[in-house]
């Protein structure tokens, strides 16, 4: 358990539907983060949200929107996805800016779109 | 891109030490060495990190050489459970810098 939690561990959904993931942290951190990890390749960071704000976006496709309404939780909208898409996505936090900064991971999603 | 560079696999015997090299040879003065491991179907866990002087903690010992171009994380006792790919990446720690994860070394450990 590293207090990083992801809802759902597994999602299957068409390339017209719209679905979210969730991710809540009981860590007290300020910086939480998407990374998407698709089969054989390195992990890939998404989206970085300090403090509530997004300070990265990294060249990520419009039909994925994330959303950090506190700094405890942070969706990932999903809408219209291809099946390339289909990958582990993981949300991590971190309590950004100190000396002994660490991310702690969830367990991910592992989405699936046919 | 990662800033790292680190052998594809590595076997090692369980209850041995395993060593797992990472090359960082363009890392900056205010660079630290992380080391994360990831365990098939879950997310990564953070290992250990230095900036120069070697580290140990209850999971791991970190030994950075003295030009700070390369690093070798120790698995003093390895088991089974050690199985996973384990990433070295290099960062500066500023709320601006990102955390890049390369293709890391998946360690086997052999009963």
């Known amino acids: 358990e590293t207090g990083v939690t992801q809802t759902p561990r597994h999602l299957v959904m068409g390339m017209t539907n719209k679905k979210s993931l969730k991710c809540e942290q009981h860590?007290?951190?300020?910086?939480m983060y998407w990374y998407k990890q698709s089969a054989k390749k390195p992990l890939e960071l998404m989206f970085v949200y300090n403090f509530k704000e997004q300070t990265e976006n990294n060249s990520v496709p419009s039909r994925f929107s994330p959303e950090c309404p506190n700094s405890s939780h942070l969706f990932l909208h999903l809408h219209t996805l291809q099946p390339e898409d289909s990958a582990l996505y993981l949300c991590a936090s971190s309590r950004a800016g100190g000396l002994e900064e660490k991310l702690f991971f969830g367990s991910g999603t592992q989405l699936s779109v046919l | 891109d990662a800033k790292t560079t680190q052998p594809p696999s590595m076997d090692c015997a369980e209850g041995r030490a395993a060593n797992l090299p990472c090359n960082h040879s363009t890392i900056s003065g205010n660079e630290y060495v992380y080391w994360y491991r990831q365990i098939h179907s879950q997310g990564p866990q953070y290992i250990i990190h230095?900036?120069?002087n070697n580290e140990t903690n209850e999971m791991a010992s970190l030994i950075i050489t003295e030009d700070r171009k390369s690093s070798t994380l120790i698995l003093p006792h390895a088991t089974l459970r050690d199985t996973a790919v384990y990433y070295c990446?290099?960062?500066?720690?500023?709320?601006?810098?990102?955390?890049?994860f390369g293709k890391g070394t998946r360690l086997h450990i052999l009963p």
């Open positions: 860590l007290g951190h300020n910086a």
């Open positions: 230095g900036l120069k």
């Open positions: 990446i290099v960062r500066v720690l500023n709320r601006d810098d990102k955390i890049i």
